[in-house]
């Protein structure tokens, strides 16, 4: 099943190389991939260590070097390719990736084959598992921007809880993350925080009675503090998920987490990554 995943990103990468500028978006990069719009990306990076966005960003520059020195197309033409909307931008971009602006490298005339980036060092090994997990009735707060500071719709939650004495019906807590950060600037992540309720528990305002699919799901727990997440993310969507073969559902990916920060040690925190799978 590892096939699958490989000859998707085989398929990416050759779209990346001979697609119009156009099409070369997050959502046709999934949509060349088959897979969700939630988990592509995380995917991606996790496989190639880099971005979509820097994977397009260097082989559209690679191939304006290449017509630099093999063509005639002037560097307006070329910038246009290459996606860019202006020359000025283009030749920003060129300069940083090549050291030399546009003109001056196709005067030297000197082109080297462009080298594969490949993904450096080793991935830090996570036990995940595939549970059939309950479905989750959830009381969450919407939040958007950095998902270092989604503390806060906690916080407010938590207030919340107290101040209408929920927390005997309060099951855990929970964050929905519906964006991947290496793909979507920190001021647009759009993510959740919330509380794991019970049926009959009253969802009132500024709470949203909302839910979370349970069934197949790969779950990684993780100990330690959650500055180390992203490393369990990479793990999780890179490896593991290539060799399993598992296809993840149309769903974010959440979080559960199994103690309190404001008793419990960094080192000694537990967090459920939880991804839904078909």
Avoid at 79 to 90: D, H, K
Avoid at 194 to 223: C, H, M, Y
């Amino acid at each position: 099943m590892a096939q699958s995943y490989e000859a998707r990103m085989l398929r990416v990468i050759d779209h990346i190389h001979h697609a119009p500028v156009d099409q070369l978006s997050l959502d046709d990069l999934a949509d060349v991939a088959a897979m969700s719009r939630f988990h592509f990306h995380r995917v991606f990076v996790a496989l190639r260590g880099e971005t979509a966005a820097q994977a397009v960003r260097r082989i559209r520059l690679f191939q304006a070097a290449a017509q630099l020195v093999q063509s005639d197309s002037s560097i307006e033409a070329i910038s246009a390719r290459s996606g860019y909307a202006n020359v000025p931008a283009f030749a920003r971009a060129f300069r940083a990736q090549y050291g030399l602006p546009p003109g001056r490298f196709r005067e030297q005339g000197l082109l080297r084959p462009m080298p594969a980036t490949l993904k450096k060092g080793e991935t830090k090994m996570f036990n995940v598992e595939i549970k059939d997990l309950p479905n989750r009735r959830l009381a969450s707060l919407p939040h958007k921007g950095d998902y270092n500071s989604i503390g806060h719709a906690f916080e407010r939650i938590a207030m919340i809880c107290s101040t209408r004495g929920l927390w005997p019906q309060v099951q855990g807590m929970l964050g929905i993350y519906y964006d991947d950060p290496d793909a979507v600037a920190a001021e647009d992540l759009r993510s959740a925080a919330a509380v794991i309720v019970q049926p009959d528990t009253p969802v009132e305002d500024p709470l949203t009675e909302s839910a979370v699919q349970g069934g197949r799901s790969a779950v990684l727990t993780f100990k330690g503090p959650y500055a180390g997440l992203r490393e369990a993310y990479l793990y999780l969507y890179g490896d593991w998920l290539a060799q399993s073969g598992a296809e993840p559902r149309d769903e974010p990916p959440y979080e559960v987490y199994l103690n309190d920060p404001s008793d419990t040690a960094p080192e000694d925190l537990l967090t459920e990554i939880c991804v839904p799978l078909k």
